[in-house]
T-cell receptor, first 113, second 112 residues
């Protein structure tokens, strides 16, 4: 069975540009969450989408946005990139219930120069 | 979600049991304790979770104290592949809210 897949795996962008990251959840998982992990820190929650609706948002500026499609895949968009946006961006999918585990993809490594 | 406290780093000899502690003194009665680990530059991997009772699966055991203010993750026979950062996370049973709050975790190094 395919796990959570993210694309691209690596990306280099220039300050001020825009970027779109993609995530395909595990089949049957309707919840997708996005996390940012900068070097030396734990992942930080950005967004969660469930049934195409935003269910949670972390403390990130409006330059960050996301959406979920009818097939439950998701995109994360970041506008006006800053050097500080350089990080590993992780996508996680899960079944939604009282207590279930999240399954993470391998991430997209974004470098802003 | 309750805050957790973990030691920043630990070493364990290969083949021995690795015991990783976590304090969560403000945990609420309906909050679960989750453990994830992250091997260098990979996505976090789920290990185990529990509410009140001790839990065991093919990867590890989770021991939760009776007052639920702390827990210990046990890797029974550590191998070099268990070298990773281990995160202890407390999360409420909010249906539809899948947010995980990661701290800085414990960097476990398995020594040959």
């Amino acid at each position: 069975d395919a796990g959570v897949t993210q694309s691209p795996t690596h990306l280099i962008k220039t300050r001020g540009q825009q970027v779109t990251l993609r995530c395909s959840p595990i089949s049957g998982h309707k919840s997708v969450s996005w996390y940012q992990q900068v070097l030396g820190q734990g992942p930080q929650f950005i967004f969660q989408y469930y049934e195409k609706e935003e269910r949670g948002r972390g403390n990130f500026p409006d330059r960050f946005s996301a959406r979920q499609f009818p097939n439950y895949s998701s995109e994360l968009n970041v506008n006006a990139l800053l050097l500080g946006d350089s990080a590993l961006y992780l996508c996680a999918s899960s079944l939604v219930s009282v207590s279930t585990e999240a399954f993470f993809g391998q991430g997209t490594r974004l470098t802003v120069v | 979600d309750a805050k957790t406290t973990q030691p920043p780093s630990m070493d364990c000899a290969e083949g021995r049991a690795a015991n990783l502690p976590c304090n969560h003194s403000t945990i609420s009665g309906n909050e679960y304790v989750y453990w994830y680990r992250q091997i260098h530059s990979q996505g976090p991997q789920y290990i185990i979770h529990g509410l009140k009772n001790n839990e065991t699966n093919e990867m590890a055991s989770l021991i939760i104290t009776e007052d639920r203010k702390s827990s210990t993750l046990i890797l029974p026979h550590a191998t070099l592949r268990d070298t990773a950062v281990y995160y202890c996370i407390v999360r409420g049973p909010n249906f539809g809210n899948e947010k995980l709050t990661f701290g800085t975790g414990t960097r476990l190094t398995i020594i040959p």
